[in-house]
């Protein structure tokens, strides 16, 4: 099937544009027609709003009380499925930290049924540990925390036939350069957070191959103008991303508005980090096998009452930084094209690519996900 959309811009490739015409075809991206001059076919009228690639969540571990922790596969496809309302096209399903056996068997959950899932695509599974520092936990369990190793890496590479896209550790552990190198060289993407690291661990990681900080200034000390830490570096080293999680309680906006600066948005991946209780009601809720409770948007640790993941939808990631100034289109782009980029990925709207995008309109509101060209919410 082939028909044209037309809508006020599109965040293409090449850039924002505004008026014209995009072609999909056969559930890809076609020609981009500016102006008035276009093929006789059918047009879909999106009125005054921008078309943008779709969404992607590279740090998520469930919502709809489905978690990657606990769900079956129908679970897990249930989330899929809730993911589209939010704008997300592609998703990494993402665990806390575990014993390896556990981890083994979500690995071969997810192998087992590879290419299944039927709403937003999962393009990967990431590991949010076992490799962390217990002082910076969060909400990660301590007790399985350790030392990273190629032994249990090779272990959950064969387990997940390769699935395994991405790995949060904290860069201060034993054999942690080592081990990024020979990860990295298995195709694995490596992130640094959860950690007490100083500067220059944090650069020696960098230097090794690491190249995103997990959930930016949370789960790290401080940024500090005398004894920097590894927020120093997320500050001030050029070329890494960024995950940041953009709800307004973990990061102040302030904050995060001068990441943006320092970084450049082409570096700044959007992130939730939501958990079971995304699109639930307030209440008590599991993460990992922690207890946790959800008020006023926010999810806390019972004991202990550090934050837990979040309940943050991408969409609202996007709102939420229109509402703080950033301008709309560059906001999409860093919870779409640049979390792609940052997992090897190109979702971007060009001609060829798989036509998964969105429509929201100018106050960054979700209108309508497109999945393979097909509207599905």
């Given at each position: 099937?082939?028909?044209?959309?037309?809508?006020?811009?599109?965040?293409?490739?090449?850039?924002?544009?505004?008026?014209?015409?995009?072609?999909?075809?056969?559930?890809?991206?076609?020609?981009?027609?500016?102006?008035?001059?276009?093929?006789?076919?059918?047009?879909?009228?999106?009125?005054?709003?921008?078309?943008?690639?779709?969404?992607?969540?590279?740090?998520?571990?469930?919502?709809?009380?489905?978690?990657?922790?606990?769900?079956?596969?129908?679970?897990?496809?249930?989330?899929?499925?809730?993911?589209?309302?939010?704008?997300?096209?592609?998703?990494?399903?993402?665990?806390?930290?575990?014993?390896?056996?556990?981890?083994?068997?979500?690995?071969?959950?997810?192998?087992?049924?590879?290419?299944?899932?039927?709403?937003?695509?999962?393009?990967?599974?990431?590991?949010?540990?076992?490799?962390?520092?217990?002082?910076?936990?969060?909400?990660?369990?301590?007790?399985?925390?350790?030392?990273?190793?190629?032994?249990?890496?090779?272990?959950?590479?064969?387990?997940?036939?390769?699935?395994?896209?991405?790995m949060s550790m904290a860069p201060e552990r034993a054999g942690s350069c080592n081990f990024i190198r020979q990860a990295t060289d298995a195709g694995v993407i490596i992130s640094i957070g959860h950690s007490s690291a100083d500067y220059d661990t944090a650069c020696?990681?960098?230097?090794s191959g690491a190249t995103i900080f997990t959930h930016t200034f949370n789960g790290m000390p401080e940024a500090d103008h005398h004894n920097p830490s590894i927020a120093n570096a997320a500050l001030s080293v050029d070329g890494i991303y960024r995950e940041l999680?953009?709800?307004?309680?973990?990061?102040?906006?302030?904050?995060?508005?001068?990441?943006?600066?320092?970084?450049?948005?082409?570096?700044?991946?959007?992130?939730?980090?939501?958990?079971?209780?995304?699109?639930?009601?307030?209440?008590?809720?599991?993460?990992?096998?922690?207890?946790?409770?959800?008020?006023?948007?926010?999810?806390?640790?019972?004991?202990?009452?550090?934050?837990?993941?979040?309940?943050?939808?991408?969409?609202?990631?996007?709102?939420?930084?229109?509402?703080?100034?950033?301008?709309?289109?560059?906001?999409?782009?860093?919870?779409?094209?640049?979390?792609?980029?940052?997992?090897?990925?190109?979702?971007?709207?060009?001609?060829?690519?798989?036509?998964?995008?969105?429509?929201?309109?100018?106050?960054?509101?979700?209108?309508?996900?497109?999945?393979?060209?097909?509207?599905?919410?």
């Amino acid at each position: 099937m082939t028909y044209l959309i037309h809508a006020s811009q599109y965040l293409l490739k090449t850039g924002l544009k505004t008026g014209g015409y995009l072609e999909i075809v056969d559930g890809k991206f076609g020609n981009y027609f500016p102006g008035n001059n276009h093929p006789d076919l059918e047009v879909v009228e999106l009125g005054n709003t921008i078309v943008g690639p779709g969404l992607v969540d590279t740090h998520i571990h469930g919502m709809l009380k489905e978690d990657v922790m606990k769900s079956d596969w129908t679970g897990i496809n249930k989330i899929s499925e809730g993911l589209l309302k939010a704008g997300v096209t592609t998703w990494l399903p993402t665990t806390v930290t575990a014993s390896s056996d556990q981890l083994t068997d979500i690995c071969h959950m997810f192998s087992e049924h590879k290419g299944q899932e039927t709403g937003a695509k999962i393009a990967g599974i990431h590991f949010e540990g076992p490799f962390f520092t217990e002082e910076h936990a969060g909400a990660e369990n301590p007790k399985y925390m350790i030392d990273p190793n190629m032994k249990d890496l090779n272990r959950w590479l064969e387990a997940s036939d390769g699935m395994l896209k991405k790995m949060s550790m904290a860069p201060e552990r034993a054999g942690s350069c080592n081990f990024i190198r020979q990860a990295t060289d298995a195709g694995v993407i490596i992130s640094i957070g959860h950690s007490s690291a100083d500067y220059d661990t944090a650069c020696a990681a960098i230097q090794s191959g690491a190249t995103i900080f997990t959930h930016t200034f949370n789960g790290m000390p401080e940024a500090d103008h005398h004894n920097p830490s590894i927020a120093n570096a997320a500050l001030s080293v050029d070329g890494i991303y960024r995950e940041l999680i953009c709800d307004g309680h973990h990061v102040h906006p302030s904050l995060v508005k001068a990441l943006i600066k320092a970084s450049g948005e082409d570096h700044i991946v959007l992130i939730t980090d939501c958990m079971e209780a995304g699109m639930m009601p307030d209440g008590d809720y599991i993460l990992g096998e922690l207890s946790v409770y959800v008020k006023d948007g926010m999810a806390r640790l019972k004991q202990g009452d550090n934050l837990a993941g979040s309940v943050l939808l991408l969409k609202d990631a996007v709102k939420n930084l229109v509402s703080w100034g950033i301008p709309l289109a560059s906001a999409m782009k860093m919870a779409s094209v640049v979390p792609a980029e940052s997992i090897g990925l190109d979702v971007s709207i060009t001609r060829g690519n798989t036509a998964d995008f969105i429509v929201m309109n100018q106050a960054g509101e979700l209108q309508a996900t497109y999945l393979a060209g097909k509207k599905r919410y």
